[in-house]
């Protein structure tokens, strides 16, 4: 499987904004899509968003308007900008690989970081 590392996760009031970040060391980004997902406590996993090889990118209803997924080739590095954050974003946020975004299956998995939105 191929080994992504994500970063940027942390303890942030209810309309704060928080910056993660997706890498990896051992292969290019390039070639793939590349999907945030996230799960909360009792709740399944779901895809939060994913950007193509193109840059093409899609977002779940939920975060339309206050997420922004980035690519940075160069950095070899794919960038979650969360926004007006809110209590219900709470959850483990992971990137994945995938050949597309609709992609039923990961090509590989970070092992994840946590976000909490509290007062």
């Known amino acids: 499987q191929l080994q992504l590392v994500e970063s940027g996760g942390g303890l942030v009031q209810p309309g704060g904004s928080l910056r993660l970040s997706c890498s990896a060391s051992?292969?290019?980004?390039?070639?793939?899509?590349i999907g945030w997902f996230r799960q909360a406590p009792g709740k399944e996993r779901e895809r939060v968003s994913c950007?193509?090889?193109?840059?093409?990118?899609d977002y779940v209803d939920s975060v339309k308007g206050r997420f922004t997924i980035s690519r940075h080739n160069a950095m070899n590095m794919i960038d979650l900008q969360m926004n007006r954050l809110k209590p219900e974003d709470t959850a483990v946020y992971s990137c994945?690989?995938?050949?597309?975004?609709?992609?039923?299956?990961?090509?590989?998995w970070g092992k994840g970081t946590l976000v909490t939105v509290s007062s």
């Open positions: 051992a292969f290019n980004l390039d070639p793939y899509a």
């Open positions: 950007v193509t090889r193109d840059g093409i990118t």
């Open positions: 994945a690989v995938l050949s597309e975004c609709w992609s039923v299956n990961a090509l590989g």
